[in-house]
């Protein structure tokens, strides 16, 4: 199992800004991944964040408005750059654990609000 | 990537038995399907995967038939703390050591009732 910390829990932000979100996990993973849930929605991927690689996007997101980053096994960070009242999300990291259940842990999130 | 398709809501009462469907006709080979929980202001929260026939844990079932294209989550005698966002997934880790990311549907809105 892995256990996910994320930090800030939430945050109220002005537009044009950025924010970097934290996520540290109590064990070595290699596959890290961030979502996006909307309120109400259902989680969407942003990217995939493997040590030792550059991110990988999905359609949609691009590396310019949501920078990452991943030095070690243990950590990455997330950046909302420019921000704008629709970025007003939660983000939740995940890691991939191969095991018996070869399952992902998710973060407990962390709310945005941008005005 | 395979998509899947549920029902969008379900209602139940207390002490039911509560079976969610999920299809996934495109589903690869090497996919497992997997079933997660997700409470409000949680993340989501592992509930049980299988690959094929029927697995079960202390919490739920889980159904395949032979096809794969479809599977049933199982949730015997309902509570209040099981309302929650059920996902149905597939991809994930791979026989060849490799993963295919999973990608989340709409998930269905279990409400539990006294």
């Known amino acids: 199992s892995a256990v996910i910390s994320q930090k800030p829990s939430r945050d109220i932000c002005q537009r044009g800004t950025s924010l970097t979100i934290q996520c540290q996990v109590d064990s070595q993973v290699t596959m890290m991944f961030w979502y996006r849930q909307q309120p109400g929605q259902s989680l969407t991927l942003i990217a995939t964040a493997n040590q030792g690689s550059e991110a990988t996007y999905e359609s949609g997101f691009v590396i310019d408005k949501f920078p990452i980053s991943r030095p070690n096994l243990t950590f990455s960070t997330l950046t909302v750059s420019n921000m704008s009242p629709e970025d007003s999300s939660i983000y939740l990291c995940?890691?991939?654990?191969?095991?018996?259940?070869?399952?992902?842990?998710f973060g407990p999130g962390t709310r945005l609000t941008v005005l | 990537l395979a998509k899947t398709t549920q029902p969008i809501s379900m209602d139940s009462y207390e002490g039911q038995e509560v079976n969610i469907t999920c299809s996934h006709n495109n589903i690869a080979t090497n996919d497992y399907i997997t079933w997660y929980q997700q409470f409000p202001s949680q993340g989501p929260r592992f509930i049980i995967q299988g690959y094929k026939t029927k697995v079960t844990n202390e919490v739920a079932s889980l159904f395949i038939p032979a096809d794969r294209k479809s599977s049933t989550l199982s949730l015997p005698r309902v509570s209040l703390s099981d309302t929650a966002v059920y996902y149905c997934?597939?991809?994930?880790?791979?026989?060849?050591?490799?993963?295919?990311?999973?990608?989340f549907g709409a998930g269905t809105r279990l409400a539990v009732h006294p």
């Open positions: 995940s890691v991939g654990v191969r095991g018996k259940y070869n399952e992902q842990f």
């Open positions: 997934l597939v991809g994930g880790f791979l026989f060849s050591g490799g993963y295919n990311k999973l990608i």
